[in-house]
């Protein structure tokens, strides 16, 4: 069953809503903090976010604080963007630190994508679109919602040892192309913009909490070809080909996302492919990004580790029964082509009760498989494809919901 810190099970989290995070309550508080006696003299002056920045100037160097400050007076003039005006971002030490590390510490660079990042949130309206498709799931009156629900392959598992939600993303069952197909490009990107705004305050949050600086989520990406879900290789080059437009949009606006990575149940294949394009990835890169294989032991220690004392984790994350690993969620699946109806799911139907159905059947485990991988005898140029596919899969795992390439630590 795993080591003795984990039980199976899945634990409650808060509901998602969308608010400004900015703790400017606890500001007054940040004059008696040991960090701000220390700090005060460098940084910015800004009462409504002094204990921010005296958390930030404790856990980073000066060089980096001085370059953070640099930043910090560079975009004031951002004070009148719509996007800051909603919500000052550009006063928020964390925030800006975040974009500093996705230019590797240049504050040109820092600027021009934290600018561009400002344009883009308030021309593509970020929080309204937001808003309202997590009040479209809530209501569940939509086809498109309640599909989301049934082939959607994100979960918010549990909360790490800061209280961060970790977010379980299953590759292994996900059918890209059929959701962009059924759904539209801007409903995927939306629903997955509402999960990293989420996440975002809650890294937030967690570091006024505990006074320190955090550098993100622990993601879970579960890449086992369990034969569940039919075609693992196209459905894994769907990713690859489709992906780039959505993933850009987290790559250009998101830095920092995530402080590690698990990814579980890799093949033999993905592991050869991985090692074809390690060289290509910066230590800082490595350090985050762990690949494991088939076996719940390889990794559930280390998960551990990222977790409090008492929590709980998915069973097929625990061991490697047939049981556990048939009870695995989110289920995910091949979206049926018009499942979604007219316009694309989009408009409430009158009881909000239509039956939603799936077509996809489990395929039959061997008595051995929840052991190991299902293993399937592929011919010569079927495994020099799953090999590229793979390697390549492993590279788009690194940019990921978190700009991996662009970090600094």
């Not at 309640?146 to 996900?174: H, T, W």
């Not at 830095?255 to 890799?266: D, G, L, N, Q, S």
Request: charged residues 30%.
């Amino acid at each position: 069953m795993g080591t003795s810190c984990c039980h199976a099970g899945h634990c409650y989290t808060e509901s998602w809503r969308y608010d400004d995070d900015t703790p400017s309550t606890l500001s007054p508080h940040a004059v008696m903090s040991p960090q701000w006696a220390r700090m005060s003299h460098l940084v910015p002056h800004d009462p409504e976010h002094e204990l921010e920045w005296s958390i930030i100037a404790d856990s980073i160097d000066e060089d980096e604080l001085r370059r953070l400050r640099e930043l910090h007076s560079i975009v004031e003039d951002c004070d009148l963007h719509p996007a800051c005006q909603r919500k000052p971002l550009h006063r928020q030490a964390q925030t800006l630190l975040r974009y500093l590390r996705g230019r590797d510490g240049n504050v040109c660079k820092a600027e021009k994508m934290f600018r561009e990042m400002l344009d883009w949130r308030d021309r593509f309206d970020v929080e309204n679109k937001v808003h309202a498709w997590r009040r479209e799931l809530e209501r569940g009156r939509t086809r498109r919602a309640r599909l989301c629900k049934v082939y959607g392959v994100e979960e918010q598992m549990c909360n790490d040892k800061y209280g961060i939600p970790v977010r379980l993303f299953r590759l292994s069952v996900a059918d890209t192309a059929g959701l962009i197909r059924e759904f539209g490009v801007e409903a995927v990107l939306v629903d997955s913009l509402s999960k990293l705004e989420w996440t975002h305050e809650q890294v937030r949050k967690a570091m006024f909490k505990h006074q320190k600086l955090i550098r993100g989520q622990v993601q879970i990406i579960d890449v086992g070809d369990y034969g569940e879900v039919p075609d693992w290789t196209g459905r894994m080059w769907n990713n690859l080909r489709l992906g780039p437009d959505i993933y850009k949009v987290f790559d250009g606006n998101y830095p920092e996302t995530v402080r590690k990575v698990f990814i579980v149940r890799a093949s033999s294949l993905v592991h050869k492919g991985f090692m074809l394009i390690q060289g290509l990835l910066p230590q800082r890169t490595k350090r985050k990004l762990k690949l494991y294989g088939p076996k719940a032991e390889e990794w559930v220690s280390e998960l551990c580790l990222e977790l409090p004392d008492t929590h709980e984790l998915p069973e097929f994350l625990l061991n490697d029964s047939e049981h556990a690993i048939r009870s695995a969620k989110p289920k995910g699946g091949i979206v049926p082509e018009g499942i979604a109806g007219p316009n694309q799911g989009r408009f409430e139907e009158e009881d909000g009760t239509s039956p939603v159905t799936t077509c996809s059947t489990p395929a039959k485990l061997t008595p051995t498989s929840g052991k190991k991988q299902i293993e399937v005898t592929r011919d010569f140029l079927g495994s020099l494809c799953q090999i590229l596919v793979a390697a390549a899969a492993a590279l788009m795992l690194t940019i990921l919901r978190g700009r991996f390439m662009q970090d600094t630590h």
